[in-house]
């Protein structure tokens, strides 16, 4: 497990830390909350007292651009981190903030939008497909 993340930094041409390393970890631990740098630095701060918030920041960062993680934005909400590079819907409360991967409940899973590479000779980098409203738990809470 540990060998195989070493794998994928190094891949990925990132000098493999033992920050960067318990940075990806906390990801994929935190990965269904769609975590934030905040969200990221709280978890990590537990375990590694000497862990900055510009540390988990500056990796994030660097995992961005290496294209290791994918970095979500929506509204009145912090930008926010998913380990799954690979571009799918999302749904977004908006009462509470929480994200989720809609997965399986989406009614059409393999939507064509979401492979699209190139429009008209512009190369796409990233597509954000989010369902919005209100979830379960807040609409039970009115
Ligand atoms: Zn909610
Ligand atoms: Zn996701």
Redesign the pocket.
Known sequence: MIQQKVQLLKEKGIVVTIQRMAVLDALEEMAELHPTVEDLYRSLKGRYPTFSLATVYNTLEIFHKMGLVQELSFPKRERCYDPNTEPHPHFF?R????VWDVGKTCPIPECPVLKIKNLGGKKVEGIQIYFYG??Q??RNSK
């Open positions: 409360c009462v509470c903030g929480r209100v979830c738990e807040c």
